[in-house]
């Protein structure tokens, strides 16, 4: 299955490091999320991008830095993160935006470390 | 704000038994709930959901009930495989908007 595919699957970083996650959707879609998933945590939605322009930025720090050059790629910007910023990233497309039988398809994710 | 609540957050049960997970929802203007599935290192799936105009979907082996009064909708599985064992998400929409509430999450194992 490679509706949405996500690199690097894991990922270690030093706090001064600068990185990049990276997801791509081959469903035609038109709406990408950013998602964090934490250990005992519901899932956190960060960023929405919608026909290419950024409609959520859900008071997520500056040190994450989404970009969305086409509908059908994502990058998350990763610079002078901390520790707790360890988590599984969840990039994940819709066709549409809307919460009503609007079905999310996500990615595997990519593990982040911060060290 | 909005949250939703899942019970429990494991669960163990033998081959062949039934498993039920809980949600509860606090908005009561919500009426869309898919629940996910994911496997160990795997991606979230989409595996049932449910509209607020029907109290009950049944798909093979899997089903989830909605109780629009009490705001619960729940998700149950029979005849458990070990192949069943996951971590299954429950959501809630927030209608008008894009948004989903999602719960914390139900570690379900399988036992053979």
């Known amino acids: 299955e490679t509706g949405v595919t996500q690199t690097p699957r894991h990922l270690v970083m030093g706090m001064t490091n600068k990185k990049s996650l990276k997801c791509e959707q081959h469903?035609?879609?038109?709406?990408m999320y950013w998602y964090k998933q934490s250990a005992k945590k519901p899932l956190e939605l960060m960023f929405v991008?919608?026909?290419?322009?950024?409609?959520e930025n859900n008071s997520v720090p500056s040190r994450f830095s989404p970009e969305c050059p086409n509908s059908s790629h994502l990058f998350l910007h990763l610079h002078t993160l901390q520790p707790e910023d360890s988590a599984l990233y969840l990039c994940?497309?819709?066709?549409?935006?809307?919460?009503?039988?609007?079905?999310?398809?996500f990615g595997e994710g990519s593990w982040l470390t911060v060290v | 704000g909005e949250n939703v609540e899942q019970h429990p957050s494991t669960l163990s049960v033998q081959e062949g038994d039934s498993a039920v997970i809980k949600c509860t929802y606090s908005?009561?203007?919500?009426?869309?709930f898919p629940w996910y599935k994911q496997e160990l290192g795997k991606r979230p799936q989409l595996i049932i959901d449910?509209?607020?105009?029907?109290g009950e979907k049944k798909d093979q082996r899997i089903a989830v009930t909605l109780n629009k009064t009490a705001k619960h909708f729940s998700l149950h599985i029979t005849e458990t495989q070990p192949e069943d064992s996951a971590v299954y998400f429950c959501?809630?929409?927030?209608?008008?908007?894009?948004?989903?509430?999602f719960g914390t999450g139900t570690r379900l194992k399988v036992l053979a």
């Open positions: 994940a497309s819709s066709q549409d935006l809307g919460s009503f039988g609007n079905t999310i398809y």
């Open positions: 469903l035609g879609h038109n709406a």
């Open positions: 991008y919608s026909l290419e322009e950024r409609v």
């Open positions: 908005d009561s203007a919500s009426n869309y």
């Open positions: 449910i509209r607020s105009n029907v």
């Open positions: 959501a809630a929409n927030r209608p008008g908007t894009y948004k989903y509430i």
